[in-house]
């Protein structure tokens, strides 16, 4: 069993998370700014399908990317050498947010809803929200191809989700955000969950108490503050 959060209260101890499915830690509460930071802080997220109540998360182990491990193959060097694009940031983070709430196939679904869009939206507007977007010439201008979004609090992103409507897209967004968080002395990337996509590029899975650990010496970092704009 979990606890079922009300309004105002706390959320229990990760290492009460259950092991299968593995991390699940708490049901309900309420998508406001405070109670997102505040589930961030501790290493946790919420991950629900539409029509489900609101579900928290903190897996064991926790699959992370420092910047500087992060692995650039050789075709995705060409590209980004090449390839003609324009990575902007917190220009359009509700049509990123869209982006990677579309389907990945025709027959799947999506649990990037209209209140996770709200929810994330207000976390955008409050500065703690960031997108970063990968711009190429179409038949009618620039056209929005991929991009990526995630929470930042303190010297931590928290990366949500990423899209791609043509190759390499999302991974040209990852790149730039790499460099940019290594610019600003940002220590990690939380992925949350362990892929085999992630691992390929250089994220890797650490126990749970380790990673705690990085958040109580990285989330104290002074944040960038407010929309991070051009890079």
């Not at 101890?13 to 109670?35: C, D, F, K, Q, Y």
């Not at 990037?112 to 929200?129: F, S, V």
């Not at 939380?190 to 994220?203: E, N, P, R, V, Y």
Request: a negative charge; glycine letters at 12%; hydrophobic letters at 45%.
């Amino acid at each position: 069993m979990i606890p079922w959060l009300h309004p105002g209260m706390s959320f229990p101890p990760v290492a009460t998370a259950l092991m299968e499915p593995n991390g699940l830690l708490a049901a309900g509460g309420e998508l406001t700014v405070s109670r997102l930071l505040e589930a961030y802080g501790q290493g946790i997220f919420p991950w629900f399908n539409p029509g489900e109540p609101i579900l928290w998360w903190s897996p064991d182990p926790r699959m992370v990317l420092f910047p500087v491990e992060f692995k650039i193959s050789r075709s995705l060097k060409k590209t980004l050498l090449h390839a003609d694009y324009k990575v902007r940031v917190d220009t359009a983070f509700a049509r990123v947010v869209q982006g990677c709430a579309e389907p990945r196939s025709a027959d799947g679904g999506t649990w990037i809803d209209a209140p996770m869009m709200t929810a994330y939206g207000a976390l955008h507007e409050a500065g703690y929200a960031h997108s970063f977007e990968t711009w190429m010439a179409g038949e009618d201008g620039e056209e929005l191809v991929g991009g990526l979004y995630g929470v930042a609090v303190g010297g931590v992103f928290f990366g949500e989700s990423m899209f791609s409507r043509k190759t390499d897209a999302s991974k040209i967004a990852l790149a730039h955000l790499v460099a940019y968080l290594g610019r600003y002395g940002f220590g990690v990337i939380d992925c949350q969950m362990k892929t085999a996509h992630l691992a390929s590029l250089g994220a890797r899975a650490i126990p749970r108490g380790e990673f705690r650990r990085l958040l109580e010496e990285w989330t104290q970092q002074i944040p960038l503050p407010g929309a991070w704009g051009e890079i």
